[in-house]
């Protein structure tokens, strides 16, 4: 349950707390910070987050191909270290299937270019779910096998144990992403791969770094139930630990879902209807549009992950609109190509006020300060 004592610290906080530190400012004391529920906070994190940028001679192959393709992936991001001391609290990974190591390691557009960059190819002949964004034309990443990725950010967290929780978004690839000779369709994720998913994960992270569907349901009779009625951890319970997140279509949820009504047994939370079993997280990724079904959401207690920038656009308009509804929705994870401006375009940028790392969310001023549990709330289309 989400106490009068636990409610009554947030909504005494200064808004602009920095949750991550020591002294955040006058009246952010750590003991305060701490009380609050995980999911009272706001954090901004990335996109893509291990995409390295497309050299320039395939860059003007795939605008020769697909000029709209290559415009939305003219981005690109530091490693994850970088991005996590620079404050990102969200990453996403993409992964693809790779039961046959290899299927990936001959990229078309690399084929088709005379003087191909240097980029070692090596680890996607190796075993194990392997991590880029768009095969055969943006297949360059900064840990090409999933367990690389996930080492960088556990070592990161181990030796910073006080962070925020950080979440880490995964869509599952599948899909040709060329209709061209000698493009490569990624292997289709199966109950075998759902569940090597979950092996990789476990391998790296121990149970006790990991905020898992179990830990936050406990004795509750669904996960919904839970987080409906304050289940996520305290944000002292949570330092130093990870989520995990499937963003990902329907019919890959259900497969990774099976017959458990609420992720029994599984790391990852999944993107879901807010009125299902298994509801503690849902993607919303158009905070105008979206607004209301954002509010109601965290209102339920769900987490939120929204955009604040999408396919390059905002950056080149230099349009803040969205980024702006995105802090103010009250989505606790905003996620950004733009943590560092882009030069090539415009200042625009995405963080916290005052570079904090998590701040306390601008919708925890609406929660109910009272004993009661907060209640799971009705959708807004």
């Given at each position: 349950m989400?106490?009068?004592?636990?409610?009554?610290?947030?909504?005494?906080l200064?808004a602009?707390?920095d949750?991550e530190a020591?002294?955040g400012g006058?009246?952010?004391?750590?003991?305060a910070?701490?009380a609050?529920?995980m999911?009272a906070i706001q954090?901004v994190g990335?996109?893509?987050?291990?995409?390295?940028?497309?050299?320039?001679?395939e860059?003007?192959?795939l605008s020769a191909?697909?000029p709209d393709?290559?415009?939305?992936?003219d981005?690109?991001?530091?490693?994850?270290t970088?991005?996590?001391?620079a404050?990102?609290r969200q990453?996403?990974i993409?992964?693809?299937?790779?039961p046959?190591?290899?299927?990936y390691?001959k990229?078309?557009?690399?084929?088709?270019?005379a003087?191909?960059e240097?980029?070692d190819?090596?680890?996607?002949?190796?075993?194990?779910?392997?991590v880029l964004?768009?095969?055969?034309v943006?297949?360059?990443?900064?840990c090409?096998l999933?367990v690389?990725?996930?080492g960088?950010?556990?070592a990161w967290s181990?030796?910073h144990?006080?962070?925020?929780?950080?979440l880490?978004?995964?869509n599952?690839?599948?899909?040709?992403?060329l209709p061209a000779?000698?493009?490569?369709?990624?292997a289709?994720?199966d109950?075998?791969a759902m569940?090597?998913?979950d092996a990789?994960?476990?391998?790296?992270?121990?149970a006790?770094?990991l905020?898992t569907?179990d830990l936050?349901?406990?004795e509750?009779?669904?996960?919904?139930?839970?987080?409906?009625?304050?289940?996520w951890?305290?944000?002292?319970e949570a330092r130093?630990?990870v989520m995990?997140?499937?963003d990902?279509?329907r019919?890959?949820?259900d497969?990774?879902?099976?017959?458990?009504a609420?992720?029994?047994?599984?790391?990852l939370?999944?993107n879901?209807e807010e009125d299902e079993d298994?509801?503690a997280?849902?993607?919303?990724?158009?905070?105008?549009?979206q607004a209301d079904r954002?509010?109601?959401?965290?209102a339920?207690?769900?987490?939120v992950?929204?955009?604040?920038?999408?396919?390059t656009?905002?950056?080149r308009?230099?349009?803040?609109a969205?980024?702006?509804?995105?802090?103010?929705?009250?989505a606790q994870?905003v996620?950004?190509?733009?943590?560092t401006p882009?030069?090539?375009?415009?200042?625009?940028?995405?963080?916290?006020p005052h570079d904090?790392?998590?701040r306390l969310n601008?919708?925890q001023?609406?929660?109910p300060?009272s004993?009661?549990?907060v209640?799971?709330?009705?959708?807004s289309?």
């Amino acid at each position: 349950m989400i106490t009068a004592l636990i409610l009554a610290a947030a909504l005494s906080l200064p808004a602009d707390c920095d949750l991550e530190a020591p002294h955040g400012g006058e009246g952010c004391t750590r003991a305060a910070v701490d009380a609050l529920p995980m999911n009272a906070i706001q954090a901004v994190g990335t996109h893509n987050s291990y995409k390295l940028a497309i050299p320039a001679a395939e860059m003007a192959l795939l605008s020769a191909m697909a000029p709209d393709m290559a415009r939305t992936l003219d981005y690109a991001h530091a490693p994850l270290t970088q991005q996590l001391e620079a404050g990102a609290r969200q990453l996403e990974i993409d992964v693809l299937n790779d039961p046959d190591p290899g299927r990936y390691a001959k990229p078309l557009a690399r084929r088709l270019v005379a003087q191909p960059e240097p980029y070692d190819l090596a680890p996607l002949q190796q075993p194990g779910l392997k991590v880029l964004h768009v095969q055969d034309v943006d297949y360059r990443s900064s840990c090409p096998l999933f367990v690389d990725c996930l080492g960088q950010v556990a070592a990161w967290s181990r030796a910073h144990p006080d962070h925020a929780p950080l979440l880490i978004l995964m869509n599952l690839k599948e899909g040709a992403a060329l209709p061209a000779p000698g493009a490569v369709t990624p292997a289709p994720f199966d109950a075998a791969a759902m569940d090597q998913i979950d092996a990789e994960i476990r391998s790296v992270f121990p149970a006790e770094a990991l905020i898992t569907p179990d830990l936050v349901r406990g004795e509750a009779a669904t996960l919904r139930a839970a987080v409906a009625s304050g289940g996520w951890p305290s944000l002292g319970e949570a330092r130093g630990k990870v989520m995990f997140a499937l963003d990902a279509p329907r019919s890959q949820v259900d497969l990774y879902r099976g017959a458990r009504a609420s992720l029994e047994g599984r790391v990852l939370f999944v993107n879901i209807e807010e009125d299902e079993d298994a509801a503690a997280y849902i993607t919303l990724n158009s905070p105008l549009e979206q607004a209301d079904r954002i509010a109601a959401a965290v209102a339920a207690g769900l987490i939120v992950r929204t955009r604040a920038d999408a396919d390059t656009a905002e950056a080149r308009q230099n349009d803040t609109a969205r980024r702006e509804a995105a802090l103010a929705s009250g989505a606790q994870y905003v996620s950004t190509d733009y943590m560092t401006p882009d030069p090539r375009f415009s200042d625009f940028q995405v963080i916290l006020p005052h570079d904090a790392a998590a701040r306390l969310n601008p919708r925890q001023g609406s929660l109910p300060a009272s004993g009661e549990a907060v209640q799971a709330g009705g959708r807004s289309e």
